[in-house]
Structure formats: structure tokens, C-alpha cells
């Protein structure tokens, strides 16, 4: 019922409520207000900008959750497989390429798919794997062997995570600087970051933050896109 249409009886029936049991509430209210205040106070004042950002990030989502989210965004299912692969030859449930895999160490091939620059067209997968995490194979990485799908996928965001670090600090800047600015209305935030690098890689990243460059992938999904999705998560690095 709307309170605004009470009866006047009813509003007289209130008026004989005991003085003693209106000041509980309010009580509870000025305590509750307290403790919200110091809350607010206590995050707020941290002066490290990444740490700030990470505790509001709990609030949306956990690391597992925003790992959940990326992958449903990627694959385009409620509930991304281990073993898909699209027209494009990215594999698993963070779709991950051939380019990435060669970095973190799991595979090597002469000549990779590197999004259209020096590579070939596509992701073929003819090159051979490395044995770490003990696989030794495209079905054994896609049948998330030894779970090897999620180990890469945090290896991947520290990486890119490290490597924005030291492109900024060359030029004489910090990640910690760029927390909380935006670039064409998009807040930047540390999850926000990583996504943002699992779409366009490091590069990507630190043209965007030093110089408001926006890049797409081969579908013309805007960097600035898994910035916005992505953000106020807790960031897994």
C-alpha cells in the first residue's frame, strides 16, 4: 500500500505509538549510518589507488566471477566450454590464440597467427607443444587437462599485467596513475585493464592509457567495450 494514501485514522493510530518506541529506530538508523560512514572512510582514505579500487571491486564480482564473465563473453555461451574453437582458430573458454599460448610458454610454431600483422591468417595450430603443465597437446589443452585452461588464463593476466607496468614506467609513468581516469567517458579500472589487454594485448593497452588510442579486434570489438563490461571486478593479479 502506498503510504502517501493512508486513512487520517490510520495517521491517528500512529500519534498514539509510545515515544519510547519511536526512539529504538531511530536509534538503529543513527547507528547504521555509523558504521556505513566509517566503512566508506576507512576504504576511501587508502592511498593506493590499485588496492582502493580492488575493495569497491568486491562489491561487483569476484575473481572467479569476472573470470566467469570473460568467458561467457568470449565463447558467446551461458555456460563456455573448455573444447570450442571458432573460424578463427582461438581455442578454450578464454579463447586463447597461438601468439599467447608461445608466450606462456606452452607452445611454439615458426610462423603464428598475430591478428592480421606478420603472422598468417589464422590460428592453424600446426607447431608443437612444449609439455608444460604436462600438455603435449591441442586436445589435451582443450580437454583442460590438469585444469591447465584456468592456470593459463591468470598467468596471461599477470603477464599482461607486468608488461603495461614496465611500457608505462619507460615513460616515466605508473598503472596506479591511471585508475579512476577515463578515456572517452570509460573509467578505468584494474580488471578493466586486464580484459581490455585479453582483447587487444599489452600494446593496446598503453596506447590507450598514454595516448587515447582506440583499437579494435578482427570482429570491431572496441577495446573501450571490455574496459566498460569488465570493470569494479576484483582483477586476479
Known amino acids: 500500500m502506498n503510504p502517501f494514501s493512508r486513512t487520517q485514522t490510520a495517521h491517528l493510530k500512529i500519534d498514539r505509538i509510545p515515544v519510547t518506541a519511536m526512539i529504538l529506530p531511530s536509534l538503529l538508523t543513527a547507528l547504521f549510518l555509523t558504521c556505513e560512514a566509517s566503512y566508506a572512510y576507512s576504504t576511501f582514505s587508502i592511498t593506493n589507488n590499485t588496492t582502493k579500487n ?41 579463447q586463447f590464440g597461438e601468439s599467447l599460448l608461445i608466450e606462456l610458454g606452452y607452445y611454439q610454431v615458426e610462423n603464428p597467427y598475430n591478428g592480421g600483422g606478420n603472422g598468417v591468417d589464422k590460428n592453424y595450430w600446426l607447431g608443437t607443444w612444449t609439455g608444460k603443465n604436462e600438455i603435449n597437446s591441442k586436445e589435451e589443452f582443450m580437454q583442460n587437462k590438469n585444469n591447465v585452461q ?6 596471461a593476466f599477470r603477464l599482461n599485467w607486468d608488461r603495461i607496468s614496465q611500457t608505462l614506467q619507460g615513460n616515466g609513468r605508473s598503472i ?33 592509457l598514454l595516448n587515447d588510442e582506440v583499437s579494435t579486434d578482427e570482429n570491431g570489438t572496441s577495446i573501450l567495450d571490455y574496459l566498460r563490461e569488465f570493470a569494479d571486478y576484483e582483477s586476479c593479479v
Open 54 to 94: 580492488n575493495l569497491v571491486a568486491q562489491n561487483r564480482g569476484s575473481c572467479d566471477q569476472f573470470l566467469q564473465a570473460l568467458a561467457i563473453r568470449e565463447t558467446g555461451q551461458q555456460s563456455p566450454p573448455y573444447d570450442i574453437e571458432n573460424t578463427l582458430g582461438f581455442i578454450g573458454k578464454y
Open 150 to 155: 584456468e592456470t593459463a588464463i591468470r598467468e
Open 176 to 208: 596506479e596513475e591511471f585508475i579512476g581516469q577515463e578515456r572517452q567517458g570509460v573509467r578505468i579500472t584494474p580488471s578493466g585493464i586486464l580484459a581490455a589487454a585479453h582483447l587487444r594485448g599489452e600494446t593496446g593497452v598503453t596506447n590507450l
